[in-house]
């Protein structure tokens, strides 16, 4: 019983060496050269694009939070599409601005973009996309992996003559995998979802003429306090420099009786 408890202790060791050595082939001589084989499949793959957008949109302060609200009501009631927000946030006093996170299918981004510059004047805009090919297809091949992992695993758990330690190492060992095999799947899920719908960030701020406006109303509110912070630091600084200035004028008069008492001499 002994041999074959260290015999099937040898079997999962084995698998799992060959599971490492799978998972991380630069391990060995030839990983330059998958790493160069990956490239170039990668050259080869089909682009999977995850689109960001990003726009600015200048309003009256007073139409910055109704927009905000229009926006999340559009994106709710999936106005254009499928809309998820991700992010909704506001700032009111003398700068007022509003900011939206939504991720939507890609049909929805410029009616929605419409909807947020309603009124308004638009400003920078900026669209970038990230290939995800590769990714995609690293996931894919690690699923299969692991599930033909699984496989084994669960075949050797169906034999018979497993000691009650090899069953638990093998326990142990099947969940492993398939919580590696979750993860994995997560992470596909969330692939797909970057690709199959579109993220779009709209900011709105006050029009320029208005946040100048604010500017100087809010210098006339703290005229006030920047006189009193100016008075403070001009009384700081004649207490500071008050006795050097004494002590300069004392010795020019000494330099200068001095210098008379030579000329006379």
């Known amino acids: ?13 084995l698998m799992g060496a060959l599971t490492t050595a799978c998972s991380n082939p630069n391990a060995h001589a030839d990983g330059m050269a998958y790493t160069e084989g990956a490239a170039a ?18 309003l009256d302060g007073a139409m910055i939070v109704p927009r905000l609200q229009a926006i999340q009501a559009a994106c709710r009631d999936a106005r254009f599409g499928a809309c998820t ?37 638009a400003g920078e805009r900026s669209t970038r996309a990230e290939d995800l090919a590769v990714v995609v297809r690293d996931n ?41 095999i979750e993860a994995a799947r997560l992470d596909g899920a ?13 900011q709105r701020r006050a029009r320029d003429g208005e946040q100048g406006r604010s500017e100087i109303a809010m210098a006339f509110r703290e005229f006030g306090g920047t006189l009193a912070v100016g008075t403070a630091w001009t009384i700081h600084a004649t207490a500071f420099l008050l006795p050097l200035g004494i002590a300069g004028f004392a010795l020019f008069l000494a330099l200068r009786a001095l210098w008379r008492r030579r000329r006379r001499g």
Do not use: C
């Not at 927000?85 to 506001?90: F, K, N, R």
């Not at 996170?101 to 929605?112: F, T």
């Not at 692939?191 to 960030?201: A, E, G, W």
């Open 1 to 13: 019983m002994r041999r074959a408890h260290l015999r099937w202790v040898g079997v999962l060791a």
């Open 41 to 58: 499949q990668a050259d080869d793959a089909e682009a999977l694009l995850a689109y960001e957008h990003s726009v600015g949109v200048q």
């Open 85 to 121: 927000l991700i992010e909704a946030q506001q700032s009111a006093g003398d700068r007022p601005s509003a900011r939206a996170v939504l991720r939507m299918a890609p049909a929805g981004i410029e009616p929605m973009i419409a909807l947020a510059g309603e009124g308004g004047e």
């Open 140 to 180: 894919t091949t690690e699923q299969d992996r692991l599930t033909k992992e699984l496989a084994r695993l669960q075949a050797f758990e169906a034999r018979r003559d497993l000691s009650v330690a090899d069953m638990i190492a093998l326990s142990e060992r099947i969940a492993a995998t398939e919580a590696q």
């Open 190 to 202: 969330q692939h797909r979802r970057r690709i199959d719908t579109q993220l779009l960030t709209v």
